[in-house]
């Protein structure tokens, strides 16, 4: 279905899903795929990651013989 998107698919039915392609119905709130959805599910949880832990700096770790200050 994803091929319907670019040059190497072929027209075949009006009531086809392709049609939703080049009607305008795909988009990111409405991904015919769940590539698409997984994809936009997995950005999310990378930016509520970086919201939540940009920043931190591991004062607790200082210490150690191990760790490394840059």
Do not use: R
Not at 3 to 19: F, I, K, M, Q
Not at 28 to 36: L, M, Y
Not at 39 to 51: E, F, G, T
């Amino acid at each position: 279905m994803l091929a319907s998107a670019c040059d190497e698919a072929e027209y075949a039915y009006n009531s086809n899903a392709v049609c939703d392609f080049y009607n305008g119905s795909w988009s990111p709130a409405n991904a015919k795929e769940s590539t698409w959805t997984n994809s936009y599910a997995a950005i999310q949880m990378c930016n509520h990651y970086l919201d939540g832990f940009q920043g931190l700096t591991f004062p607790e770790l200082e210490l150690n013989q191990d760790y490394d200050a840059k």
